[in-house]
């Protein structure tokens, strides 16, 4: 297994390391645990390494132009130093992978990908590049990434940056920080549903780069968070999860991120056919959220009924939300879907646990719980 450059850092804390996608990552930290590091993101402020997320550069005079017909969100209407979520999808409206497109300028981009996605990614890429006027760059290898989520996160980070972090707004980036001497680019972006900063510097000075953050968050509450906190925060804020939310045959519409799609943009992207027909005609299935009233814990895969006992879908994510302090799924039904408040089960251990659909999120910071 690949080991980041923070690796003996989440030993000496008492990581508890999993496999993940071919990494050896800390799932959470023994004193801590995976409610206390969530909620703590949600009160003060959590660490994350996820250095094992890919980073591949697009250049070239003809970068902006190429990269629209692969993303279904519009990137020409994007500023220097934004960031832009976005969606790649196959020719069947299934998804390659959901990612960030950082802008430079109109012939340079920088692309942040899921992790399990690296290879299958930059592949997707290579086949579909022009003879010329665009080219492509794997930089994953060479890039360590650090999260600062919560709402202690800019006070943190103002500690030891060269730069004001309240000047950054959400979804923008500045690529020539200076983060202790360490150069960097830093955006207002996360996983999490709170503020917070995603910062990329060299590979090999991303241990540095955590000890400065740990020492300069000690006094605001900051811990070392795992993949089970980032995954339950990601959970409660809506945010998809590549191969649940999102896979080859489960596309973006159903999945409930029409926003980030535009059917009508000049040029065209691959999927749009697929994704222009099922807006027009109607979906056959979509995502609805979720929360249960019996007891149970819901899980990815497990089946879903409609009250008459009838099997009409399956559950793609769930689990315990500690910010509600509720059991949640988000389940893939066939449509007529029921709408807010009405009733579904899940199916845990051969029996029915009722539950009631609610809006998606189901946490957002700016309402609080739902």
């Known amino acids: 297994m690949k080991r980041t450059d923070m690796y003996e850092r ?29 909620l703590n993101v949600r009160e003060k402020a959590g660490l994350f390494d996820v250095s094992h997320m890919g980073e591949i550069m697009v250049e070239g005079p003809d970068a902006e132009k190429w990269l629209s017909t692969l993303v279904t969100n519009d990137i020409f209407v994007m500023r220097d130093g934004q960031v832009q979520y976005n969606i790649m999808c196959n020719e069947s409206g299934g998804v390659v992978d959901d990612l960030l497109v950082y802008r430079y300028g109109p012939a340079k981009f920088l692309l942040v990908v899921n992790a399990a996605n690296v290879d299958k990614d930059r592949d997707w890429l290579k086949k579909h590049l022009p003879p010329r006027g665009a080219a492509i760059d794997d930089i994953s290898m060479k890039t360590s990434e650090t999260a600062l989520q919560g709402p202690a996160s800019e006070a943190i980070l103002a500690r030891v940056a060269d730069f004001d972090p309240s000047t950054l707004k959400f ?33 090999e000075r991303g241990a540095e780069l955590w000890d400065l953050l740990i020492e300069a968050g000690r006094d605001f509450g900051l811990i070392p968070a795992g993949l089970g906190a980032r995954d339950s925060l990601r959970f409660e804020a809506g945010l998809p999860l590549y191969g649940h939310e999102f896979t080859e045959d489960l596309g973006p519409l159903e999945a409930g991120f029409g926003f980030f799609v535009k059917v009508n943009k000049p040029g065209g992207f691959i999927g749009q056919p697929v994704l222009k027909r099922q807006k027009e005609e109607g979906l056959q299935r979509k995502i609805v959220g979720l929360r249960l009233e019996d007891k149970g814990v819901p899980r990815s895969g497990m089946d879903v009924a409609d009250p008459s006992g009838n099997i009409v879908g399956r559950v793609t994510s769930g689990g315990y939300c500690p910010s509600l302090d509720a059991n949640m799924a988000l389940c893939l039904v066939n449509m007529p879907a029921p709408e807010e408040g009405g009733r579904l089960s899940v199916i845990v251990r051969d029996k029915p646990k009722k539950g009631v659909v609610v809006k998606r999120p189901f946490y957002s910071r700016k309402s609080g719980h739902k």
């Open 171 to 203: 979804f923008t980036f500045t690529h020539g920080a200076n983060l202790g001497g360490i150069p960097a680019i830093v955006s207002r972006t996360g996983y999490t549903g709170e503020d917070g900063f995603e910062i990329y510097v060299p590979w």
């Open 10 to 38: 989440h030993v000496a804390a008492g990581g508890r390391m999993v496999d993940y996608s071919g990494w050896e990552l800390p799932v959470q930290y023994d004193g801590t645990g995976i409610k206390t590091e969530h």
